[in-house]
């Protein structure tokens, strides 16, 4: 809600941050966001880039579900096609990481675009059976083509460098996924201003009436797919990239859960959504664990029964928003922004 | 009052008084039912013509058959549109999905208002001029130079819709949150952001009161005068469709019972009988069913 702010032009009302609170709070985001890595320790940059990877794949999982109304349960075998096709690339083929990267996003998107065919035909929870198919099926064929995959064995990935720096030490890695979550923020924040992502939008909202608008729907839910599966693939192969090590483990189905938890408790077809909701559901088991650790003197039961707690407080969490808020944390923090906006007069 | 419009409102090049759209013949079964039976029907450029019947008469599966969403089984429909030489070229539409239907301008309205409930009143009436923005998705994702350019130069078109449809202070808000009467006008600007060849509308003043009814007679025909749109109206207010309308086709169990001008229709007497006889000379305002 912007109430009371105008514009002569339509460039300037069109513009991203139309408000100077929208400019300096951006300022100041910038600032921490290049600040954080010189004075964080290492546990810290750990964890700051499983939230950058976790963003993109957000990002991503969003496109499609939140902005275009087709739910996925895919997420966890698209990354991995991301992570696997990387990770052979630069193993095989000596490709520099950025290449294979690229090519593996671009592999991603068209596996996506396959395993999104069901879409034309099927909504809601049979679309839902249909892309966890799609997971099912990428962990078998990664689990069983061992010759290329190496099965149940890790694949061991050399590591990504750029003139003649070691990428995969936190520190350095932390400006690659964070200039590569930037682009990616602007490209789909720009994609959403144009016809394309309001042809997403048109057919999550309507799609008999964006068919009559002139929207191809067999064309767009089809490019959905493959943008969304873009990024995801991206995830998967910053995770290859950053752990030096791929295994199928790390790509299981209660990946694509913990993505859709991510977009559904950010905020569904919200990129600042997609970037609370990372990071919400990256950082919670590290505070739980830590809770844990602090009160297991006074509770030594914690200890042990902490494991199922996490499980039970994800759970919990997800609950909880979709009764309370479930447009998300993206809602909270927009009232929160109302509030203080018209603060100390918000009647 | 009307501001003069950036670009062409209306996207036909035929003369006014051509042929612009022909149903000939048309039936159309839903299993047992048949909805349609032997429907032909001209549509001429710039008339507003007029289609009304009882309930269930089969107004809205015609207008469903002309955009493509449902596919008779017998007959035809074709539209035709100017060509570089002056003359009119016929193309069959029978056959066509819903967005290539749009793509030739026919553009309509719901029933049961269809808006994209999430997007404001703005990204309405944009995602309404899909057909006509050009940029490529990498150019849109990068969003520089011509692609921005792209999107400004609709915004503008697009504040023309507003501004004829007095939807000014409403422009960013939520369609959702806003009145039905309301809703219904930013559904006919959608339509019109398509620059309409031809505007099919399903009962735009259903529920509402009669000043709003006055308002949306009133732009109907401003956009049927000013700009020369085509316009198909179903409507069950008797009173409206005497006044604003030039031709009335009369529907009646799926079959054509009468057409002509409202003088002509208002004196035949099958139509009386079937459809004006017993008192319904002034329907009731239906309420809308969401
Ligand atoms: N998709 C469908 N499936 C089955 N039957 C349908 C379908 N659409 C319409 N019908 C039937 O076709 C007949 C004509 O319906 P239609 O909606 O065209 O009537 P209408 O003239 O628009 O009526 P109203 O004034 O109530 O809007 C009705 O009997 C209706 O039940
Ligand atoms: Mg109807």
Redesign the interface.
Known sequence: M?SGIFHSR??DD?ALRRTHAQKIRLVILVIAFITFPFFADRYSLTLANQVGIAVIGAIGLNILVGYTGQISLGQGGFMAVGAYAAGLLTLHFGMPWWASTLIACLFTALVGVLFGIPSLRLKGLYLAIATLSAQVIILWVVTHWTAVTGGNDALVVPSPTMFGIKLNKDFNFYWVVWSIALIATL??V??F????G??F??I???D??????????FKYKL?SFAISSFWVGMAGALTAHYRSIVTWERFTVDVSVLYLAMIIIGGL?SVTGSYLGATFMTLLPVLLTNLGRATKDTFPIMETILPFLQQGVFGLVIILFLIFEPEGLNKMWKNAKDYFRLWPFSY | MLRGFTSELNSSRLKAGETQLKVDNIQLNFGGLTALLDVSLEVRQSEILAIIGPNGAGKTSLLNCISGLYHPQKGKISFFKSDEKGGATEQEVTRMRPHQIAQLGIARSFQNIELFRHMTVLDNLLSGCHIHMKSGLLASMVYLGAAQREQIKFRQFVEDIIDLLEIEAHRSKTVGSLSYGLQKRVEMGRALAMRPSILLLDEPMAGMNSEEKEDMARFILDINEEHGVTTILIEHDMGVVMDISDRIVVLNFGQKIGEGTPQEVHNNPAVVQAYLGENRVHLPNQLPEN
Not at chain 1, 208 to 217: H, N, Q
């Open positions: 912007i339509y460039e069109m490209l789909t720009n994609l201003r144009t016809r394309f309001r042809a939008i048109a999550r909202d309507q008999i009436a964006a068919s009559v608008m002139g929207v191809d729907l490019l077809g």
